[in-house]
């Protein structure tokens, strides 16, 4: 079985892969339309963004499946479907990775919140248990529990990962800097309070991803550092903070904005790089070259 903790052993840094979601948009998914059906009605044009960041330089890629909880793919009337879209997606991934690359099986919230009373944590499980069910049978080799905001939710997730799977599990939240400076998630949770909730579920791999560029990360990361020196830390970062142009989001940092900070992320203790919204391949070869100082064409 590849191992992601047994490649970190020797403080090596591993580079993950850039966007989904925006890179999705751009070869033609319409807002409102269910992303991960693409894995089975597009699934060339799925294969094309993995291939595309193994071709960067990736050491890990993640998978199609972001938004396939059964809960959220209710919304679309595609929840009867969750195993199957699971399932392609890693298989998608895992064709594109070959064996000498890992795939991570992203798994992202269920879009209900348990803290509100919205659903039953049973139901959360449930779904959770099929996802990761299904990653592990199309070839996944770790589970990314990202985006997330509710520590209750993370822990679900770990949870079924780790009585499920055999599978290692990172699990990533997403912050914003609050007014007072310091940052939280959207449901108040701090990076302290993550690091203590999935390390005690037991999460392998820990860290933050989407929301913000690397510039705060680098502030989370030490956040992290200074309540957990060991642990294995991925940070997926935005192409910066997102500003809107002609009613459009747009993600401003260009891959040599970005890789500019990669040295500082390395030097406060990141163990995995890699980006999240508005990232692209081009945004990955800065990063190899970087760390590894060559060139991918
Ligand atoms: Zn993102």
Same mark, same amino acid.
Request: aromatic residues 6%; contains cysteine.
């Given at each position: 079985?590849?191992?992601?903790?047994?490649?970190?052993?020797?403080?090596?840094?591993?580079?993950?892969?850039?966007?989904?979601?925006?890179?999705?948009?751009?070869?033609?998914?319409?807002?409102?339309?269910?992303?991960?059906?693409?894995?089975?009605?597009?699934?060339?044009?799925?294969?094309?963004?993995?291939?595309?960041?193994?071709?960067?330089?990736?050491?890990?890629?993640?998978?199609?499946?972001?938004?396939?909880?059964?809960?959220?793919?209710?919304?679309?009337?595609?929840?009867?479907?969750?195993?199957?879209?699971?399932?392609?997606?890693?298989?998608?991934?895992?064709?594109?990775?070959?064996?000498?690359?890992?795939?991570?099986?992203?798994?992202?919230?269920?879009?209900?919140?348990?803290?509100?009373?919205?659903?039953?944590?049973?139901?959360?499980?449930?779904?959770?248990?099929?996802?990761?069910? $299904?990653?592990?049978? !199309?070839?996944?080799?770790? &589970?990314?529990? *990202?985006? +997330?905001? /509710?520590?209750? @939710? %993370?822990?679900?997730?770990?949870?079924?990962?780790?009585?499920?799977?055999?599978?290692?599990?990172?699990?990533?939240?997403?912050?914003?800097?609050?007014?007072?400076?310091?940052?939280?998630?959207?449901?108040?949770?701090?990076?302290?309070?993550?690091?203590?909730?999935?390390?005690?579920?037991? $999460?392998?791999?820990? !860290?933050?991803?989407?929301? &913000?560029?690397? *510039?705060? +990360?680098? /502030?989370?990361? @030490? %956040?992290?550092?200074?309540?957990?020196?060991?642990?294995?830390?991925?940070?997926?970062?935005?192409?910066?903070?997102?500003?809107?142009?002609?009613?459009?989001?747009?993600?401003?940092?260009?891959?040599?904005?970005?890789?500019?900070?990669?040295?500082?992320?390395?030097?406060?203790?990141?163990?995995?790089?890699?980006?999240?919204?508005?990232?692209?391949?081009?945004?990955?070869?800065?990063?190899?070259?970087?760390?590894?100082?060559?060139?991918?064409?």
């Amino acid at each position: 079985m590849r191992s992601i903790l047994k490649a970190l052993e020797n403080g090596k840094i591993l580079i993950s892969d850039g966007a989904w979601g925006t890179y999705l948009h751009k070869l033609g998914l319409e807002v409102g339309e269910c992303p991960e059906i693409w894995n089975l009605t597009h699934r060339a044009e799925v294969l094309s963004i993995a291939q595309s960041y193994i071709d960067a330089g990736s050491d890990m890629i993640l998978t199609n499946t972001f938004g396939a909880h059964p809960v959220r793919l209710e919304h679309y009337g595609l929840q009867d479907k969750a195993y199957e879209l699971n399932k392609a997606g890693a298989e998608i991934s895992r064709e594109a990775a070959g064996d000498n690359h890992f795939v991570l099986g992203s798994i992202g919230p269920s879009g209900a919140i348990l803290m509100m009373g919205e659903i039953s944590e049973e139901k959360v499980y449930d779904g959770f248990r099929i996802q990761v069910e $299904a990653m592990a049978k !199309g070839g996944a080799d770790a &589970i990314c529990v *990202e985006t +997330m905001s /509710e520590t209750a @939710e %993370a822990v679900l997730a770990i949870k079924a990962a780790k009585e499920f799977t055999n599978l290692e599990v990172a699990c990533t939240f997403t912050y914003q800097k609050t007014v007072h400076g310091y940052y939280r998630t959207m449901m108040g949770v701090s990076p302290e309070e993550m690091v203590i909730a999935v390390k005690e579920t037991g $999460a392998d791999i820990i !860290g933050a991803n989407c929301g &913000i560029g690397f *510039e705060q +990360m680098i /502030e989370i990361l @030490e %956040a992290i550092r200074k309540v957990d020196k060991k642990t294995p830390v991925l940070i997926h970062a935005n192409a910066g903070l997102p500003i809107i142009i002609d009613n459009k989001t747009v993600f401003p940092e260009t891959p040599e904005m970005m890789s500019a900070r990669v040295k500082k992320l390395i030097d406060t203790g990141v163990n995995i790089v890699g980006g999240c919204c508005g990232t692209t391949p081009d945004h990955i070869r800065a990063f190899v070259k970087e760390i590894r100082g060559t060139e991918v064409k």
